[in-house]
């Protein structure tokens, strides 16, 4: 064998090799192949893609998703469904507002000025959002755990209930927080370049994906999603932990809506409304399914990431929401067909 | 000084929302015993033994562990006192591996939350050879074998070295290897001391295994037994409350054989069968035996449209058929009833009525789909009297009656469509005695009507007694042939490891 | 104690009858006797036609989604397909009202079939492949009319199906009786309705009981984009216009009448009587809140509330596991 044709020979088969490779990369890695092509797809669409501030606003967009995401994604391993998010969003926050004036009053401070909520306690209305948020969650879990009702009506009541509220408690108009400026952080600021929400979002996920992948927390949660009745055999307590994901959820929700309403200097009855549908295709997405016991929440983050990118590349192209809706809701379908679409043998 | 028995349960009473399903109940255990619970469906079998597992609390009565009073409130509790529950079909999580499922609920950690998943590992495997079974307890149990999945739930029930076992129909799911595993880790667990109460519907398997053998019937206890001193029929009788019913239909066989109504030739399917050539005729029951996994249920849904085959023709009454769903089964003259009745055979939520009728809806309608609603319900009531369901009424939830009952509906469900071929998967699997030799007799009817029928089932007496002849199967081929004489027990469980491979 | 082996007290209650449709209609009764002595305007024939042609849209949608439900399956598209089967007719107003309806309700029927398809051959979770649409088909409704409403001026017939009346009853409640009937007859008395709740009820039997499974649901699928596309021409005659976000925000009313009237979420259990008498309960709630002066945002909590509470005390979860 001269040396050229063994060069060749191998040549030869280190090409057919790399093919297999890429192709069973494709086949086990869709979304993080889809993500990247996108993102490369995005730097030739658009001059402005690639720049730090539209990059930013990216990453800041897809994080207030993400959270509501791992919040859901928690609570639909262990089988169950929260509609309630979107409204939560609002709700938890209009309340702390409310909440927080009422103890500045209590305590003395100086709350109205100039016919603006002039909020003094930032520590305060962190605090209350986040509590609200737990215990919204927690009300969600006892109604589906001691009272027995299915969490989608359980969390479609809370929808509508949190949602209303919110417009009572408000006054039906937005509430401006520009006075809050060590609120600003939260939402607007940045760290190394690394916008706050980011950071947040990666944060919450990063200890979700931790405690499910490698504590007793994680086990409990796939067990009871996988096999309800597998699980309160082996003497867990599934109520307890059922009540303790809606709790994370709506922490979770408690969370985005700190992001939101500091990026935007105000707290809308109206806002949020619809995230709960988004943030369950991002979950869907990233790879949890609705039965319960199977996915994870580095799926989600990617989900997150890859839709706020795709988001981002439409408006940047200039096309209308509209069209956005279209695509997405496409997307969602023919990412989820192929998982279910497996032949199955009876 | 006597020791105290190992388990007593005094006087314990349970009721149902106002059913009464345990009365007065007395049960000792001593270390070392085997006692095997026997009794109907509904007899409170599992109730009572749910009750030691701390899956329900008694209404009246004490439970004493080695002479201590104690108050089982949930299983976790069950399991502190050192008592481990293997349910029927085991209760695993599917999405996770075997050590999970192993360790779920007591979980070895460190730092309280992280868990150990090394070192449970290891211990997985340890106990895993300690009953015999060697395979890596690493996969997820949504791809185990049956004989899997049991090991890990009985290794699960063993982790906290139990001294109390409670194993209910650990057997329904296995077949003959699996069972002869079985009792020998039961034998070993004996003499360690371990007491072990031991649930099932095959009266053989507690003359073989039980040192004693406890008989309920509706709720309280009829006796206790030696085995060595008694006989099957006594025990039939305690349970029943009646005369002993013969297994057998044997007086009923008169094989006339008639015209061929079935033949598969080659019959294949990738990873279930190979080459299946078989023959069914009218007034013929063909049992068909094999080990689990041999691919027996698979060619019944072969024949059934469920699966797709490969390769190989049906032909039905002498012509060939392409069957590729069950609408086109049943057109062609063939009926499945599936082993799984919840899940496939019967819809639990609806009425006795809707389920036997819903195969024949569109021969008793008129045009645009309006049902003949007189005439329906006319022959479901004929139906409900000619299996004798109980109660007798078409508008009970089937998911109300009892599993012999449901079993029934779902026969008749079938018989309803008048089918000449019919397949039955494990006939009687959960179902009790009475309704059992019922079923039996029932086929019998069946094949001198002229029906080709063909059984398959794990339970061998039952196979022997209502077939004509036994096909057996083992991966994937069939191996042998046995005729009604040489049907025995013991030659057919000898044809059950035939390798087809040297066939 | 695991599981619900003891009796809870709302199954206590069931066994007295509550959860059926006679409970139903006891509390509707109730309702209207209350609101009679609280407001003196509320028993008058007109406040009560106006509760009926509001709720009555609502309720058609509620009687597709009955039978989505029905099959075990659930549809929150119903919404969006109304407005996008509006603004569709909407392009073709100068052919005429027959044309129009027939675009209309032919669009209903082949955006049913999309969600039947993706559920029953991609099989797509409903939940899934219902949202997804729901967020397509509101993208479409906007795109096909750019945004901008239509106002069927051409269509006076439009303008009597929204406030028209027979006899002085409001036309929209007729059609709701309409085809409440027709759905009682059908789900009770024909081969088709049989296998629906069968079909709901254990999908695997049935498909082993030689039920067409596929086409059934396919259908209510239909069934379901066909009921709400009729909403959208009596909507488009109250407000005197087309326009893309008319559906905006029915589906959850829908489903909560829906789940009211006693259709379970896991199929195979519901009756179209229950959705009936629990959309006309929806409607005097709503009615006699206004009467009082309640205002909308409330009336959304009342709603919220009545959901999770007289839902969860009258129909328990019954996928909920017994122990052993």
């Known amino acids: ?346 | 000084m006597e020791t105290p028995p190992l388990l007593q349960l005094t006087h314990i009473t349970k009721s149902f929302r106002g059913i009464v399903a345990l009365k007065d109940m007395d049960l000792q255990l001593n270390e070392g015993e085997v006692i095997s619970l026997v009794g109907e469906n509904g007899a409170g079998k599992s109730t009572l033994m749910s009750i030691i597992g701390g899956v329900y609390t008694p209404e009246k009565g004490e439970i004493f562990i080695k002479g201590e009073s104690v108050r089982i409130e949930n299983p976790g509790v069950a399991r502190k006192h050192g008592i481990g529950y293997v349910h029927q079909e085991p209760t695993l999580a599917p999405n996770m591996t075997g050590t999970e499922n192993l360790f779920l609920g007591q979980e070895q950690t460190y730092s309280w939350i992280m868990a150990d998943s090394k070192s449970m590992h290891l211990r997985a495997r340890e106990i895993l050879e300690e009953i015999g079974i060697s395979f890596d307890p690493q996969k997820m149990v949504s791809e185990m074998t049956m004989a899997e999945k049991e090991a890990v739930a009985i290794s699960k029930a063993m982790l906290q070295r139990p001294k109390i076992l409670i194993l209910d129909e650990v057997t329904a799911p296995l077949d003959q290897v699996g069972v002869r595993r079985l009792f020998k880790i039961i034998r070993k667990l004996k003499r360690s001391g371990i007491g072990i109460i031991y649930i099932t519907h095959r009266l053989r398997e507690t003359f073989e295994i039980s040192d004693k053998i406890f008989v309920l019937r509706d709720g309280k206890k009829v006796g206790i037994r030696n085995p060595k001193e008694t006989s099957q029929e006594e025990i039939i009788k305690m349970m029943v409350g009646e005369e002993g019913i013969s297994n057998a239909n044997d007086d009923e066989r008169i094989s006339k054989e008639g015209r061929e109504l079935l033949r598969c030739e080659g019959l294949s399917h990738e990873k279930s069968f190979r080459n299946i050539n078989m023959r069914l005729r009218a007034n013929e029951i063909i049992g068909i035996a094999g080990l689990k996994g041999a691919g027996r249920s698979r060619f019944a849904r072969a024949l059934f449209g469920l699966l797709k085959v490969d390769g190989g023709a049906i032909h039905v009454d002498g012509q060939k058929v392409e069957i590729k769903n069950p609408l086109q089964a049943m057109n062609a003259g063939i009926g499945y009833i599936p082993g799984d009745r919840q899940h496939e055979g019967v819809a639990l939520i609806r009425n006795v009525g809707e389920n036997l009728s819903i195969t024949t809806l569109g021969f008793f309608s008129y045009f645009l789909g309006v049902l003949k609603l007189k005439v329906i319900t006319k022959r479901a009531r004929q139906m409900v009297r000619n299996l004798n369901v109980k109660p007798p009424s078409l508008k009970k939830a089937v998911a109300n009656l009892s599993g012999g009952n449901q079993q029934k509906v779902m026969i008749g469900k079938w018989l309803e469509r008048d089918l000449p071929i019919l397949v039955f998967d494990e006939p009687t699997r959960g179902v009790d005695v009475k309704s059992k030799a019922e079923i039996h007799r029932l086929l019998g009817r069946l094949k001198n009507q002229g029906k080709g029928i063909i059984v398959i089932s794990s339970d061998l007496p039952e196979l022997i007694s209502v077939s004509d002849r036994i096909l057996v199967m083992n991966q994937g081929s069939i191996t042998t042939e046995c005729s009604y004489n040489e049907s025995t027990e013991e030659h057919i469980l000898q044809c059950l490891h035939v390798d087809p491979a040297t066939h | 104690m695991v599981g619900s082996e003891n009796e809870s007290p709302w199954e206590r209650l069931k066994q007295i009858g509550f959860g059926t449709n006679a409970m139903l209609l006891s509390i509707l009764i109730g309702l209207f006797i209350v609101a009679g002595f609280l407001s003196s305007g509320f028993l008058k024939w007109e406040n009560l036609f106006n509760i009926a042609r509001i709720i009555s849209l609502t309720g058609i949608m509620a009687a597709g989604i009955t039978f989505v439900m029905l099959v075990g399956e659930i549809d929150l598209s119903v919404g969006a397909i109304m407005s996008l089967s509006a603004v569709v007719g909407g392009r073709f107003v100068h052919l005429g009202v027959i044309p129009v309806l027939l675009i209309t309700i032919g669009t209903g029927l082949v955006l049913g079939f999309i969600n039947g398809i993706g559920v029953v051959k991609g099989k797509v979770p409903s939940l899934i492949m219902t949202l997804a649409t729901l967020t397509i088909y509101s993208g479409l409704a906007n795109i096909v009319c750019g945004g901008k409403a239509v106002y069927p001026y051409q269509l006076p017939v439009y303008l009597w199906l929204g406030n028209g009346h027979i006899f002085g009853v409001p036309f929209p409640i007729i059609l709701f009786g309409a085809i409440t009937l027709i759905s009682i007859l059908v789900l009770n008395y024909t081969e088709f309705g049989k296998w629906i709740y069968y079909t709901g009820a254990n999908r695997t039997a049935s498909r082993l009981s030689g039920g067409r499974t596929d086409r059934v649901i396919i259908t209510t699928f239909l069934i379901s984009g066909v009921l709400a596309s009729m909403v959208g021409p009596m909507i488009s005659g109250q407000m005197n216009r087309i326009w893309s976000t008319q559906g905006a925000g029915y589906e959850l009313a829908a489903i909560s009448i829906a789940v009211l009237g006693g259709a379970s979420l896991t199929g195979g259990k519901g009756t179209m009587t229950g959705t009936f008498i629990a959309a006309l309960i929806f409607g005097g709630l709503m009615n006699i809140l206004n009467l009082s002066g309640v205002g909308t945002y409330l009336q959304d909590v009342v709603k919220g509330g009545l959901l999770v509470f007289v839902v969860g005390m009258m129909y328990l979860r019954e996928d909920r596991m017994k122990a052993v």
């Open chain 1, 1 to 346: 064998m001269s040396f050229f044709s063994h060069g060749r020979i191998i040549f030869s088969e280190e090409n057919s090799d790399e093919e297999e490779t890429v192709m069973h990369l494709i086949k086990r890695n869709p979304l993080l192949i889809g993500g990247i092509a996108l993102f490369v797809f995005g730097i030739f669409a658009d001059p402005a893609f690639l720049t730090l501030f539209n990059i930013q606003n990216l990453l800041r967009n897809c994080s207030i998703l993400g959270t509501l995401a791992v919040g859901v994604t928690i609570v639909m391993l262990i089988r169950e469904i929260d509609l309630s998010v979107g409204s939560l969003m609002a709700f938890t926050i209009i309340l702390a507002i409310e909440v927080t004036s009422k103890v500045e009053s209590l305590l003395g401070v100086v709350a109205i000025q100039g016919g603006h909520y002039m909020i003094h306690g930032v520590g305060f209305l962190i605090f209350f959002t986040l509590l609200i948020g737990l215990l919204a969650g927690l009300f969600n879990g006892i109604l589906v755990t001691k009272l027995k009702i299915q969490s989608l009506i359980t969390t479609l009541g809370v929808l509508y209930a949190a949602r209303a509220l919110s417009y009572i408690i408000s006054g039906g108009h937005s509430i401006y927080l520009t006075k809050m400026k060590q609120l600003h952080w939260i939402g607007s600021g940045s760290l190394l370049g690394f916008p706050a929400p980011l950071i947040i979002f990666l944060l919450v996920g990063g200890i979700a994906a931790f405690l499910l992948k490698y504590t007793i927390v994680g086990r409990r949660i796939y067990a009871i999603g996988g096999n309800e009745k597998a699980a309160l055999f082996a003497g867990i307590n599934t109520d307890a932990w059922k009540l303790a994901t809606f709790a994370m959820s709506g922490f979770c929700a408690a969370l985005a809506a700190l992001m939101y309403s500091s990026y935007l200097a105000s707290a809308d009855p109206q806002q949020a409304v619809g995230y709960e549908l988004s943030a369950i295709a991002i979950v869907v997405l990233g790879g949890t399914t609705l039965e319960g016991g199977r996915g994870k929440v580095s799926g989600t983050i990617l989900a997150a990431l890859v839709i706020g990118v795709l988001n981002n590349i439409l408006e940047l192209i200039g096309l209308r929401i509209w069209y956005q809706q279209v695509i997405i809701g496409c997307i969602i379908i023919a990412a989820v067909m192929p998982r279910y679409l497996r032949p199955k043998e009876q």
